[in-house]
């Protein structure tokens, strides 16, 4: 056995309480996955239908100034 190994204790942060790794994700909570699948899709029809019209960089200013604002507006 490496001598690395002997040293090695497993983490116990799935048995104590208030662990922040879940079995399951409660429900409602948004998480990465979910919010990949909801914007993806809807990114892209959105920027393809700007590409086949011819207004990208024009697209991607408008969802630029749009995340800006929601941003500042959130502090």
């Given at each position: 056995?490496?001598?690395?190994?002997l040293?090695?204790?497993?983490?116990?942060?799935?048995?104590?309480?208030?662990?922040?790794?879940?079995?399951?994700?409660?429900?409602?909570l948004?998480?990465?996955?979910?919010?990949?699948r909801?914007?993806?899709?809807?990114?892209?029809v959105?920027?393809?239908?700007?590409?086949?019209v011819?207004?990208l960089?024009?697209?991607?200013?408008?969802?630029?100034?749009?995340?800006?604002?929601?941003?500042?507006?959130?502090?």
């Open positions: 056995m490496r001598w690395w190994k040293s090695f204790k497993p983490s116990r942060a799935s048995n104590m309480p208030g662990s922040p790794y879940l079995d399951e994700p409660p429900k409602g948004l998480t990465w996955p979910k919010l990949l909801l914007a993806g899709p809807t990114a892209l959105f920027f393809g239908a700007a590409w086949y011819g207004v960089v024009e697209a991607m200013a408008v969802v630029t100034v749009t995340v800006l604002v929601m941003v500042l507006r959130a502090k």
